[in-house]
């Protein structure tokens, strides 16, 4: 479960999130799209801990992340839009760090990572420096990394990036089992199609604001639309949103 209470950050002048609430039920896959600059990035920064709120409150599996960071940073996998990995490491000592950091199991390691490493088609990369990965590559073995420790939650920026199609269709598999079994998922993404075909529920910021949530279904009716896909709905509210801030530059609205 994950919530977030006045969720708020200001960088100068610039208020980059506005007072965000939501919640996230535990087995959920909620997706967590905007155009650019609308705060996607600075929100996902704040719920997996890299920067500090300033104000209000996210909760991760009932604890404040504030007030006990450890405990619920250990609930957490967090996947970046850009892999940083230690290069000079192979992809199995990669992942061998990432296992010490959180605590795992030593004895059950290598049966772990080897099958992690199996399943993402690095098993015959895993003793070759990362160096030489690709960067699909690179993207597959944070993901690994990610779920080595069995997080509850696991937050994604643009989880698709650098992928084929066949890891494309893996990963949205891997999620959707992983969901199933009771962990809970928070995906920012500009690729409206996965996150139409991957999501539960949906979350649209705009200007740092929350402007609407919920299936599909209930995005058509804050729309107004009775048919149309998830782009469709995505440009008919963020244009009225546009439009209703005094916006008057936005393509194809007038005042």
Known sequence: MIETKNLTKR??????????????PKGTIFGFIGPN???????????????????????IRDMDIRQDPEKAKQQIGFIPDRPYLYEKLTGLEFL????????????????????????????????ELIEAYSHGMKQRLI?????????????????MIGL???????????????????????????TLSIA???CDKIGIIQKGRLIATGTLDDLKIQAHASSGDLESVFLKLTREESFHQGYSDVPGVSP
């Open 196 to 198: 139409q075909d991957l």
């Open 37 to 59: 600059g609308a705060g996607k990035t600075t929100t996902i920064k704040m719920l997996a801990g890299l920067i500090e709120p300033d104000d209000g409150k996210i909760i």
């Open 11 to 24: 960088y100068g002048s610039l208020l980059a999130v506005n007072r965000l609430n939501l919640f996230v």
């Open 164 to 190: 084929d199609p066949a890891g494309i269709k893996m990963v949205k598999n891997l999620f959707r089992e992983l969901a199933d079994s009771g962990v809970t998922f928070f995906i920012s993404t500009h």
């Open 143 to 159: 993901m690994s990394a990610a779920i080595l420790h069995d997080p509850k939650i696991i937050i994604v920026d643009e989880p």
């Open 96 to 127: 061998k760090f990432t296992a010490d950091l959180y605590g795992v199991e030593p004895s059950g390691f290598l049966k772990k990572a080897e099958s992690l490493l199996d399943m993402f088609s690095l098993i015959d990369w895993k003793n």
